[in-house]
């Protein structure tokens, strides 16, 4: 039997995560999200984004009247405010305070009722059952063990969760290779590709890749 309680290497990654995220990559990830111009390879990332979110969403009832579902790893909120717009009642978590200030910031005023915002860890039992949860790109800098131990404890608690992982392709290791000659200090947080089929989740399933440009992520659902 895993151990489902969060290790040390997780929270030290998840500090990592959280000080890129509050610090110099607020701006760039509230520009990314935006509709302000932003360079060729950045629109790359931007369209990648739009379609792994709309590929993830398709995976969740179109009404979620009645549904309580984690938006785990919200960002600055853009699947959060689809969702409360399909009637769902919305936990909007994420690591980064003023990434969930720029969400609660940009949420319509008709929907802002149906979602909570909290920054915090997606992974904390406190934050109770849902019917879904969704993680877009916030479980994809965490090592094997860490991702399987976190998946485990969620499937615990909820009836589908549709996440990402950053595939491991040719590409993508060569990216990852060549970032780890970078000064730990330049780098942000380092992506960990995974391989879905020698993840030890019960009840996952592959549902698609997104590549465009330099964005690559894999959507997978785990569905007990």
């Not at 929907?111 to 019917?131: H, K, T």
Request: proline share 5%; with cysteine.
């Amino acid at each position: 039997m895993r151990d489902l309680a969060p290790s040390s290497s997780y929270d030290n990654t998840r500090a990592r995560v959280a000080s890129y995220f509050d610090g110099t990559a607020t701006r760039v990830w509230e520009r990314l999200t935006s509709d302000a111009p932003v360079s060729r390879i950045r629109q790359t990332v931007r369209a990648g984004r739009d379609s792994m979110r709309a590929l993830m969403l398709d995976q969740l009832p179109t009404d979620l009247r009645g549904a309580r579902v984690l938006d785990a790893g919200c960002g600055t909120g853009a699947a959060s405010a689809e969702l409360a717009a399909r009637g769902a009642d919305v936990l909007a978590i994420d690591i980064s305070p003023k990434l969930v200030e720029i969400a609660a910031a940009r949420m319509p005023e008709g929907l802002a009722g149906r979602v909570q915002f909290r920054a915090g860890d997606m992974l904390a039992a406190e934050l109770g059952r849902f019917d879904h949860v969704i993680a877009m790109d916030s479980l994809i800098y965490y090592t094997r063990p860490d991702l399987e131990a976190a998946l485990d404890g969620l499937a615990t608690r909820a009836g589908q969760i549709v996440f990402t992982v950053a595939p491991r392709t040719p590409l993508l290791m060569a990216m990852w290779h060549t970032g780890r000659l970078f000064p730990r200090a330049d780098r942000s947080p380092t992506m960990i590709p995974q391989d879905h089929k020698r993840l030890g989740v019960a009840g996952l399933s592959r549902v698609g890749r997104v590549s465009r440009g330099f964005y690559i992520s894999e959507c997978l659902r785990v569905q007990q």
